[in-house]
């Protein structure tokens, strides 16, 4: 069964940071590229930011220079460092498994940045 799931979510102060790590169980993790998405109420899913198996990085235009995405293949873990934080990155924060047609997703988890 596989299974992604996200912490690292809450509540932050405009100019915070967050951490997001998503643990990955059930795929042969090293073969997926992975993928952070976001979505803010009433809007639709968003893409964040993707590292493929042998690192490559892009990201969403906004969050370039202040969003980090790093995979741990022995750990089964990637992370989305979010530093200088907005107001209007708030959203739910989803974890993406990505390996040719198979996609699977996490369950989400809460970001808010709020003063």
């Known amino acids: 069964q596989v299974q992604l799931v996200e912490s690292g979510g809450g509540l932050v102060q405009p100019g915070g940071s967050l951490r997001l790590s998503c643990a990955a169980s059930g795929i042969n993790f090293s073969m997926y590229a992975m993928g952070w998405y976001r979505q803010a109420p009433g809007k639709q899913r968003e893409f964040v930011a993707r590292?493929?198996?042998?690192?490559?990085?892009n990201y969403r235009e906004s969050v370039k220079g202040r969003f980090t995405i790093s995979r741990d293949n022995a750990k089964n873990t990637v992370v989305l460092q979010m530093n200088s934080l907005k107001p209007e990155d708030t959203a739910v924060y989803f974890c993406q498994a990505l390996w040719v047609s198979l996609t699977y997703w996490g369950q989400g988890t809460q970001v808010t940045v709020s003063s």
């Open positions: 590292i493929g198996t042998g690192g490559t990085t």
